[in-house]
């Protein structure tokens, strides 16, 4: 079992539509959950952080998390063209950060 | 941004040759990771460090080397280059509690050939 878990994708949405992520992690000691997104050929950039259950918010950007169920998701609301992109969750394990193999989100005019 | 490059951004190499990737960082992190990135895995560790001289390795480790003798300076290096160690390879540096995000460096894109 890998120690995070993404969908691929590609995950497709209407622009203005609602798009979930979602991401789960096998270590029940992990304590701090980010969100990263990465545009083709680039770095991957920050986008959220969370470290207690529950939902935190950042403009368009919700993250949500539940460590009973090992859950982690992102929620984009309004997606816009500019949203394409791919979206690794990444897990602190004690000194390591382990990432996902990243979801491909396409936002369609 | 964080100050964080990395050194050089492209090459190739051939076959059995060894090679050195540098990632330099001017943040005073304390934490500083050694990534490859392949289409359809993801970001994989290959090495990590969390102090001068104190370095661990990660879920793919395997032909690679590390060395960080200096805060700021993390090597890795690949002893004997093989085909499939053509990737991305990305540095990152978090300041060090586990509540910090990492910062990532440009990116290497080195090709074996």
């Known amino acids: 079992q890998k120690e995070v878990e993404q969908n691929s994708g590609p995950l497709s949405v209407p622009e203005g539509a609602i798009a979930s992520l979602n991401c789960t992690y096998s270590d029940r000691g992990s304590q701090s959950f980010f969100w990263y997104r990465q545009y083709s050929g680039k770095s991957p950039e920050l986008i959220m952080s969370i470290y207690s259950n529950g939902d935190k918010e950042d403009g368009r950007f919700t993250a949500q998390l539940n460590k009973a169920s090992q859950y982690v998701s992102l929620l984009i609301r309004d997606s816009q063209p500019s949203d394409s992109a791919t979206y690794l969750c990444?897990?602190?394990?004690?000194?390591?950060?382990?990432f996902g193999t990243g979801t491909r989100l396409q936002v369609f005019p | 941004d964080a100050g964080i490059t990395q050194s050089p951004r492209h090459k190739v190499t051939e076959t059995g040759t060894p090679v050195t990737l540098r990632c330099h960082q001017t943040?005073?992190?304390?934490?500083m990771y050694w990534y490859r990135q392949d289409p359809g895995h993801g970001l994989r560790l290959i090495h990590y460090?969390?102090?001068?001289?104190?370095?661990d390795k990660g879920e793919v480790s395997d032909g690679y080397s590390v060395s960080r003798s200096k805060t700021e300076d993390f090597l890795l290096t690949l002893e004997s280059a093989t085909s499939s160690q053509t990737s991305v390879y990305f540095c990152a540096t978090s300041y060090g509690d586990s509540t910090t995000e990492a910062f990532f460096g440009q990116g290497t894109r080195l090709t074996v050939v």
């Open positions: 943040e005073n992190h304390r934490y």
């Open positions: 460090s969390y102090g001068v001289k104190d370095t």
């Open positions: 990444a897990v602190r394990i004690t000194d390591k950060l382990i």
